[in-house]
């Protein structure tokens, strides 16, 4: 009869040896809890470390022989394979007699590699078990005399920091152990707060060199990155959560925003679409795809996308105040809408270019909302030149439409020759229409946004116009020196 314990039992009934895995606490071995302290001492044990770089590390090594994976960091080229040779150094080990892999802090907290390990033994039918100590965040809080369930708080890998980086809750940063590094977390930091906003710099924690420093963000110093640094910040409301959140007080606190009904917004909501466009115009055609980036035009598409997204977060408080909805269930509507119509990227639907995709979009949502006519669900409040592209593009679905724009030429022409004939007469505003029609035809078969390229063809005259008012008094100047003006100002360019 088998007298070893089923945790030591393969489950065809051959025997494993034990595997444990232990957290070496957060500093010295003087806080290391003592039943990890009788394994990692039992001679019977081989002992692995993940690495020698801790204080508890080194001073068992003192104590005692032991394996550690520093080698692997250096031989590996992602910190993935790193994890994956430290787990197969561990079972490998692990078959010739018991094993106690050792990782600082608590195994529980920022241990990839132990929980690749629970993992792989979990396919396996083997067990392990886990020992648990102080981590660095029970040393973290204490010396920051904090009691983190009182306000929540985040905790960041800092070489993995998330996108979008929501700074809301009170956040730790831990593995800031290079200058490049804190330089990365310091800038996705500053993206969002004052320079003088304070951050504090804890490192050495549990051991005698322990040092709490609090800098203002613009000044933390590279040097003080190292393997045991660890950064902490309580953010004010920044980002997209700020702006919500400042919404929110001002409903409450501004006469003005506490009079607004969802109906009283709509000319801002318009207004603020046409300055994005505007902003938007003055990017280089073709952005982002274009050889060097407007940053200067990027910062005014920037600010306009704000305004925009004020009316999103304003509509939403509005809608939250009756219960209808929050802005966290527009995303979440959003989210499943984009999850939902494209199963390509998150189902197992195969695409094979662009326009199957789209295909695929207006199925699904065919399916969602059924039309009667093609010409169904085309909002009459739109511009008349987006309304136009639209309108023709569902008449192109079932093939009513030109063969291409060479032909669409074609068609301006007859609409010109047509205003033509009727140029003094009531009908020429019909006529101009189906010019405008047919522009806008042409627009969509260039590929090109009628919208934008009116814009750009405005800026481009008002551009010249203003320049022709530098050069010459145009209130004296006849229509050949105005057209000579014109040219003169349209050549500079």
Excluded at 1 to 9: A, G, I, V, W
Excluded at 135 to 147: G, I, K, N, R
Excluded at 162 to 179: I, R
Excluded at 428 to 438: H, R
Aim: aromatic residues 6%; hydrophobic residues 40%; contains cysteine.
């Amino acid at each position: 009869m088998d007298d070893r314990p089923r945790s030591q039992r393969h489950p065809t009934g051959k025997l494993t040896s034990p595997l444990i895995v232990a957290g070496l606490g957060p500093g010295t071995l003087d806080r290391t809890p003592a039943g990890i302290m009788e394994v990692v001492l039992d001679p019977r044990y081989q002992v692995i470390l993940r690495t020698r770089c801790h204080p508890a590390a080194v001073q068992l090594m003192e104590r005692r022989e032991v394996t550690d994976c520093d080698d692997l960091y250096e031989s590996a080229e992602t910190f993935e394979e790193v994890y994956e040779a430290i787990v197969n150094r561990v079972l490998g080990m692990s078959g010739a007699g018991p094993v106690v892999y050792a990782v600082p802090g608590s195994p529980l907290y920022g241990e990839r590699s132990v929980a690749l390990l629970r993992a792989r033994c979990r396919e396996q039918g083997r067990s392990v078990e886990v020992r648990p100590a102080p981590s660095f965040l029970d040393e973290v809080f204490a010396a920051l005399e904090m009691d983190p369930t009182e306000t929540g708080f985040t905790v960041l890998d800092g070489r993995d920091l998330p996108d979008p980086l929501l700074l809301h809750l009170p956040t730790v940063v831990f593995q800031v152990d290079t200058e490049i590094v804190i330089d990365d977390v310091l800038g996705r930091f500053r993206r969002t707060l004052a320079a003088d906003t304070p951050i504090t710099v804890l490192a050495e924690l549990a051991t005698p060199d322990a040092t709490v420093v609090t800098y203002p963000i613009g000044e933390v110093p590279a040097g003080v990155a190292g393997p045991r640094t660890t950064l902490f910040l309580d953010p004010p409301g920044t980002g997209l959560v700020g702006a919500i959140k400042a919404m929110r007080r001002l409903r409450v606190e501004c006469p003005w925003d506490r009079r607004q009904t969802h109906d009283s917004l709509i000319p801002f909501a318009v207004e603020e679409t046409f300055e994005l466009l505007d902003a938007v115009g003055r990017l280089p055609p073709g952005s982002p795809d274009v050889e060097q980036p407007d940053y200067v035009a990027y910062t005014d598409v920037e600010d306009e996308l704000g305004d925009l997204l004020l009316q999103v977060i304003f509509h939403s408080n509005l809608a939250s105040e009756v219960g209808a909805f929050d802005v966290e269930d527009v995303g979440e509507t959003l989210l499943r809408k984009l999850v939902h119509r494209h199963p390509h990227v998150f189902g197992d639907v195969e695409v094979e270019g662009a326009e199957q995709v789209v295909a695929n979009w207006r199925a699904i949502k065919a399916a969602a909302k059924p039309l009667e006519s093609l010409m169904d669900g085309v909002p009459g409040s739109l511009p008349g030149l987006d309304r136009a592209i639209k309108l023709q593009r569902r008449a192109a679905r079932v093939g009513f439409d030109w063969p291409d724009a060479r032909s669409v030429v074609g068609d301006v022409e007859e609409e010109l020759e047509e205003l033509v004939e009727v140029i003094d007469r009531p009908e020429a505003a019909d006529e101009l229409g189906d010019l405008l029609f047919a522009v806008a035809n042409l627009a969509r078969h260039l590929e090109v946004e009628p919208e934008i390229a009116l814009r750009r063809a405005v800026d481009r005259f008002e551009r010249r116009f203003r320049r022709m008012e530098e050069l010459d008094d145009l209130g004296s100047a006849d229509l050949a020196r105005l057209d000579a003006l014109w040219e003169q100002a349209k050549s500079e360019e």
